[in-house]
C-alpha cells in the first residue's frame, strides 16, 4: 500500500509495515464482529532495533483508501471489533511509540460481511 497522503511527521516509524489478517464470525441475523491480528515490527525504517514502541490504532471504513477516524487498541496483537453490519469494511494499522510518533498506513485488508436474515419463530 502506498504511504497516505497526510503526512504523519517525520516519525522514525514513517514506513513500519504491519501485516493484518481478518477473521470474522457472524451470528445469523445479527451484527458480524471481526478479529484483526498483525505482526509486531522489531526494526524502524532505517533497519535499528526498534525499542520504543508503544500500541498500534486502527482505521476502519467503508471506502477504500479513505480514513480519518482510528481506535487505539493499545500494545496488543490482535483486537475483535464488534457490531458491524452488513457490508464491505476495509482496514489499515498504525504503530506509533512512547513520544507519540505514528508509522505511515499498513497493507490495506478488506472483509465483505454478509448477515444471513434470521430464521422465523413462533411458526408451527
Known sequence: ???HPCSRGDSKLRNLFILLFILCFSAAGSAADI???WDAPTTNAD???LTDLAG???YVSKSPGLYADSIDVGNVLTKTLTNFCEGTYYFVATAYDTSGNESAYSNEVSKAINIAPAAPTGLR
Open 56 to 58: 498500534y490504532k486502527i
Open 35 to 37: 478479529t484483526l491480528s
Open 1 to 3: 500500500m502506498q504511504e
Open 47 to 49: 533497519g535499528t532495533p
